[in-house]
């Protein structure tokens, strides 16, 4: 069987974080150092970010212990940064802060080329490819463009910022969270509908619990679990959905190599 679509989750799958919580505590940790700066040099205004700041890094905290225990979804962990980190500030400021955050995923290896690599691989041989990811798409575009890879994906769905101009200035007014909770309805509605395909020519990269709908959908080798996903996921994934689990650069060439009639 010739497959016809890659399509790769973003955080834990192509960046080695699970979550968007390293990004997201930069940019609050940025902001917190601004409000404090302005506070020192006299505008006793920033008072109220850095107080909605603190305030935001303890729910943050409380948010992402529920998380881990299956208490809170995705949604409901980021409201808090919404309302309080995002919500006004300086959109230059933030895409800024993302800019350095890329910058130190890609120095610190933390973007797995291997993947992108594969998929570029199959892109060039006639493979549609796409993203689906509940990460935000400036920081996806921009490590994407930062490593080479902007032009070899076709579809990228991601939660997106949501800004406005006040008195001639862009600024963060929020964050989508259409795609939380809703991979399997966006798969068909984005990818599969549009270039009228089936669940069987669909190959998906997943690393965790949120990607198992998607996978549970899929025959067994659709879904393949990446390498920076944990040792337990891949075993369940294998024994529960009959996931490719490739553990070498070399394992996943030659998977999609045949999977996608890729020449040698």
């Known amino acids: 069987m010739s497959y016809r679509f890659i399509i790769s989750d973003w955080n834990g799958t192509i ?4 979550t968007d919580e390293a990004q997201n505590k930069k940019i609050a940790y940025a902001l917190l150092d601004n409000a404090n700066l302005k506070i020192k040099n006299g505008n006793l205004s920033a008072l109220w970010d850095f107080g ?16 881990q225990k299956g208490e809170l ?10 309302k309080r980190v995002l919500r006004g500030k300086d959109y230059k400021f933030v ?13 610190n290896d933390d973007v797995d080329k291997r993947i992108l690599d594969a998929i570029c691989l199959a892109h060039k041989y006639g493979t549609k490819t796409g993203i689906l990811s509940t990460s935000n798409d400036v ?3 921009r490590t994407l463009i930062r490593l080479g890879f902007e032009n ?5 769905e991601s939660n997106r910022f949501i800004t406005r101009f006040i008195n001639g ?14 991979k399997p309805e966006y798969l068909e509605r ?35 679990v990446p390498f920076f996903a944990t040792n337990e996921f891949r075993e369940y994934a294998a024994k529960r959905f009959g996931a490719f689990t490739p553990n070498t650069k070399e394992d996943l060439d030659c998977y999609l190599k045949t999977k996608c009639f890729i020449k040698m």
């Open 73 to 82: 979804s995705l949604h409901e962990v980021y409201e808090p940064f919404n």
């Open 95 to 107: 895409s800024d802060v993302l800019d350095q955050f890329v910058d130190e995923c890609v120095i």
């Open 152 to 156: 070899i994906f076709d579809i990228i």
């Open 139 to 141: 920081a996806i575009d």
């Open 190 to 224: 984005r990818f599969l509908r549009p270039y009228n395909l089936k669940e069987k020519d669909v190959i998906y990269f997943g690393d965790s619990d949120d990607d198992t709908e998607i996978a549970n959908m899929l025959p067994a080798g659709n879904f393949i």
């Open 52 to 67: 909605q700041l603190l305030l935001a890094e303890r729910e943050l905290k409380k948010c992402f212990e529920k998380y």
């Open 169 to 182: 200035e862009l600024k963060m007014m929020d964050c989508t969270f259409d795609i939380n909770n809703r």
């Open 15 to 18: 960046l080695r974080y699970p």
